[in-house]
């Protein structure tokens, strides 16, 4: 199985910063890679997919990079609606595999 | 309007069986697959299998073979998770999610439903 790692479990950050999220797979993943966002008591809601393919109605602020082994969720500028958890998810090969996810904290 | 819909929050012992729903609406529910997702408290997610509602084609991951069985009802637009025998272990949050077409990620997700298992 292909696996997937966020380091920092937890990143602070304060309202109006550019935070960027790492997630690093255990082999190439080509561009298969998505992103989900959760926060506290509700489901993941999809970001992105394909590395950097916004979902319908997300805001510009998110973007995505990175190819192969190596990926970044970025947000150019925080806001208070964007603290919350944040998952990649390779589907590049079976079984398709999260990342143990990133927590954007107030800082 | 696309919307995954599932079943309450239940509580059972250690031994006892379960099944847990996920209702989709607004979209042909037998043109993606559902999938199933583990969430143990204060963790990440889990892919357990998935199943098309067309043809019931099911995969599991192997850590959830033969642990748990997928299933739905087409006629009714629901997908099904069941236990036969459910161990403390199985407390988590489950979601039900839909496969983008062509794709394999989820672009819809369920509410999630609480399992805790306690004696």
């Known amino acids: 199985d292909i696996q997937m790692t966020q380091s920092p479990s937890t990143l602070s950050a304060s309202v109006g910063d550019r935070v960027s999220i790492p997630c690093r797979a255990s082999q190439s993943v080509s561009t298969w890679l998505a992103w989900y966002q959760q926060k506290p008591g509700k489901a993941p809601k999809l970001l992105m997919y394909e590395v950097s393919i916004l979902e319908s109605g997300v805001p510009s602020r998110f973007s995505g990079s990175g190819s192969g082994t190596d990926f970044t969720l970025t947000i150019s500028s925080l806001q208070p609606d964007d603290f919350a958890t944040y998952y990649c998810q390779q589907y590049n090969s079976y079984p398709w595999t999260f990342g143990q996810g990133t927590k954007v904290e107030i800082k | 309007e696309v919307q995954l819909v599932q079943s309450g929050a239940e509580v059972r012992k250690p031994g006892e069986s379960l099944k847990i729903s996920c209702k989709g609406s607004g979209y042909t529910f037998t043109n993606h697959w559902i999938g199933w997702v583990r969430q143990m408290p204060g963790k990440g997610l889990e892919w357990m299998g998935i199943?098309?509602?067309?043809?019931?084609?099911?995969r599991y991951t192997p850590p959830f073979q033969g642990q748990v069985t997928i299933s739905v009802d087409k006629s009714n637009n629901i997908a099904y998770l069941q236990w036969n025998s459910l161990k403390a272990s199985d407390s988590a949050m489950y979601y039900c999610a839909r496969r983008r077409d062509a794709y394999n990620f989820f672009d819809y997700w369920g509410q999630g439903t609480l399992v805790t298992v306690s004696s």
């Open positions: 199943i098309h509602p067309a043809d019931s084609d099911t």
